[in-house]
């Protein structure tokens, strides 16, 4: 188990100081930007997995060719080309998921903050 944990959106508050806050507004506040936030989630998961596959076969391809013209690791020509093309393509799908971690709670945070509130966390 892992000491540093994320919460889920949907649990998600960012730190505020809730010194003359108007508990009913902040409540309102805070669903309308996490509504917001999980809006902006669900566009970049559609873009990523709309971007996966062109990374994907762009990273087999490359991979293939680089292998092919190498044959680093491996006794003959074709082995090279299926390694390189394996590395090339799981290469392109890493990339493809590098787009979304912690920018909903990012953009919750600074929905919040826009919001008039004083955030006490840090927005990276």
Do not use: W
Not at 94 to 104: F, H, I, M, T
Request: proline share 5%; with cysteine.
């Amino acid at each position: 188990m892992s000491a540093c944990t994320v919460a889920p959106l949907e649990i998600y508050e960012p730190v505020v100081d809730h010194f003359s806050v108007d508990p009913v507004q902040y409540s309102r506040d805070i669903t309308e930007c996490r509504s917001v936030a999980a809006r902006a989630m669900a566009l970049a998961k559609q873009r990523q997995d709309a971007q996966m596959a062109p990374n994907i076969l762009t990273g087999f391809l490359i991979g293939a060719t680089i292998g092919n013209a190498s044959e680093i690791g491996s006794e003959t020509r074709k082995d090279s080309t299926k390694q390189g093309a394996v590395f090339g393509a799981l290469a392109g799908a890493v990339e493809s998921g590098d787009d979304v971690k912690l920018g909903p709670r990012r953009i919750m945070d600074r929905c919040i903050a826009s919001r008039g509130y004083d955030l006490l966390n840090d927005i990276p």
